[in-house]
């Protein structure tokens, strides 16, 4: 079936650092690609997403790009701050009526000052 | 937009006992999601509603399990009898529609404790 793979965490980086990621996928067809983020406390937030293959999903100077190629959807930031510090989820939907979002298993990112 | 609004938000609740989480969907959308969170098993889809009608139930883990969507809006998860491997923080979704392209809007959650 269907699936995501993330990258385990914890990612640990200071501040102005370049982020990465990881997010691969298995699917069948076409699926849609989406980010989520979860602050302590709080229910997942739409990060980005991605409808098609080379769709470049960004958001707060997050980017991710979708490809097809290497089935990839992989998160990246150029210079993180203290407030980025939450759980990244990669997520994928079916590309067809009726389905729900497949989630990854997240990754902790701690950015510290 | 109130965005998705789940009640409680919190909840202790002895083994046995009945337990109730609330969901609340926004206005205009017609897909409903739960979900259960733990650090064990990750985020795991429970039940899928679109319009009000089950879609998909395979990830209800048993019988205890139920959840209902009274009116077009509105949503309940029950839990009985609650057993202390319930534990988990529960989130509701909702989404615009069920085609693959629509965002999935989450709920702050409820975190259940059974002991």
């Known amino acids: 079936g269907d699936s995501v793979t993330q990258m385990e965490g914890p990612v640990t980086l200071s501040e102005e650092a370049f982020l990465t990621i990881n997010c691969t996928y298995t699917a069948t067809g076409y699926p849609s690609l989406f980010w989520y983020v979860q602050y302590p406390g709080e229910g997942l937030q739409l990060l980005l997403k991605a409808t098609k293959a080379d769709d470049k999903g960004s958001n707060k100077g997050f980017e991710a790009t979708y490809r097809k190629e290497t089935t990839s959807f992989h998160l990246e930031k150029g210079s993180v701050q203290v407030s980025d510090s939450a759980v990244y989820f990669c997520a994928l939907r079916p590309n067809q009526a009726g389905t729900a979002l497949i989630f990854g298993k997240g990754t902790t990112l701690s950015v510290s000052s | ?115």
């Open chain 2, 1 to 115: 937009d109130a965005g998705v609004i789940q009640s409680p938000r919190h909840e202790v609740t002895e083994m046995g006992q009945e337990v109730t989480l609330r969901c609340k969907l926004i206005s205009g959308h017609n897909s409903l999601f739960w979900y259960r969170q733990t650090m064990m098993r990750g985020l795991e889809l429970l039940i899928y509603f679109n319009n009000n009608v089950p879609i998909d139930d395979s990830g209800m883990p048993e019988d205890r399990f139920s959840a209902k969507m009274p009116n077009a809006s509105f949503s309940t998860l029950k839990i009985q009898p609650s057993e202390p491997r319930d534990s988990a923080v529960y989130f509701c979704a909702s989404s615009l529609s069920s085609g693959p392209y629509d965002t999935q809007y989450f709920g702050p959650g409820t975190r259940l404790t059974v002991l």
